[in-house]
Structures are given as structure tokens and as C-alpha cells.
């Protein structure tokens, strides 16, 4: 008997606990008339918004959404015959407003292409040495944004980097 009371009092003492954290820790509506200077809506619409994640768009005032590609692209580099090291991506689309759904209709195709480019980049030593600076970063940029052109026509305007990591061996 006395062997089950000491994980029933923990399991008890445990929940308890849950709930009063979940109590305390439960963010409390914000009322005008609180006089807090903070208003309602504002309040709102501050966290409604948030940065896309992966398979998600932003849309831009100016016409033009953002769709991040969902997952990261991975590039090995090889030397003498080995790894070396391997690039890793993450790309986002720069696409007409409500462009997202071809986007990622097409996004096979995307893939295939953007790997090609980054394949051919890695191969012609791209990603050696300070690859991070413009001058070396340029020309990635732009077989990219040519690679989209193909596949999705005028409708992409731009092909963005947005986390690009290399890692050696």
C-alpha cells in the first residue's frame, strides 16, 4: 500500500501544479476601458501577424507575394571523388499576388531546376572559399532566377536566399 501512495501524491501534487501554472500563465484580455493605453485592435492585428514558414505566402502591398519553398536544399560538395562538405538552402519565390498555388503545383519541376543550377554552381567551385560574398553569390542568383523564369514565366520576379549554411567534413 505504501508503495502506490508516493506516485499517487506525486501524480496529484503533479496536476495540480499543471493547472495552476495554466492558470497563472494565461494571458488575460486587454479591455479599453482597462486604461492601460493600449488599444484592443492594435493590440490584435500585432499578433495576427507573423513571418510565413516553410509552404506558407506573405502577400506584399505591392502585388507581389512571397512563398517559401517547404524544404531546404541540400548540395554536397565533392572533391576527389568524397564529400567534402555540403551546402545547405532555403530559397523563397517572389511571385505575382496569388501565384502561390502554381508555385507549388509546379514545384517539382522548381526543385529539379534550382538543383541543376546549384549542382552546376557547386561543380565550377561556387561554394568554396568566402562563397557569401556578392561577387560569388551573383551568379547563383541569377541562373536561379533564370531557372524560375522557365519554369514559371513572367509571373516570378525574384529567387531569394534566405538561409543558405555550408557545413565540412
Known amino acids: 500500500m505504501m508503495r502506490l501512495l508516493l506516485p499517487v501524491l506525486l501524480l496529484i501534487f503533479g496536476i495540480g501544479g499543471g493547472v495552476g501554472a495554466g492558470i497563472l500563465l494565461t494571458p488575460r484580455a486587454e479591455t479599453p476601458d482597462q486604461g492601460d493605453g493600449h488599444d484592443a485592435a492594435a493590440h490584435e492585428t500585432e499578433e495576427d501577424t507573423h513571418a510565413p514558414g ?92 533564370e531557372a524560375a523564369l522557365r519554369i514559371l514565366g513572367e509571373m516570378v520576379h525574384d529567387v531569394l536566399i534566405v538561409d543558405i549554411t555550408r557545413q565540412d567534413a
Open 54 to 145: 516553410p509552404g506558407e505566402s506573405a502577400a506584399t502591398a505591392s502585388g507581389t507575394e512571397y512563398v517559401r519553398l517547404n524544404n531546404q536544399f541540400v548540395v554536397p560538395i565533392v572533391r576527389g571523388g568524397s564529400v567534402r562538405s555540403l551546402v545547405v538552402m532555403a530559397l523563397t519565390l517572389e511571385v505575382d499576388a496569388g501565384g502561390n498555388g502554381v508555385v507549388f503545383n509546379q514545384e517539382p519541376r522548381l526543385r529539379d531546376a534550382f538543383l541543376r543550377v546549384m549542382f552546376a554552381h557547386a561543380n565550377a567551385g561556387g561554394f568554396d572559399g568566402s562563397f557569401t560574398q556578392a561577387a560569388a553569390m551573383d551568379p547563383l542568383r541569377e541562373a536561379l532566377g
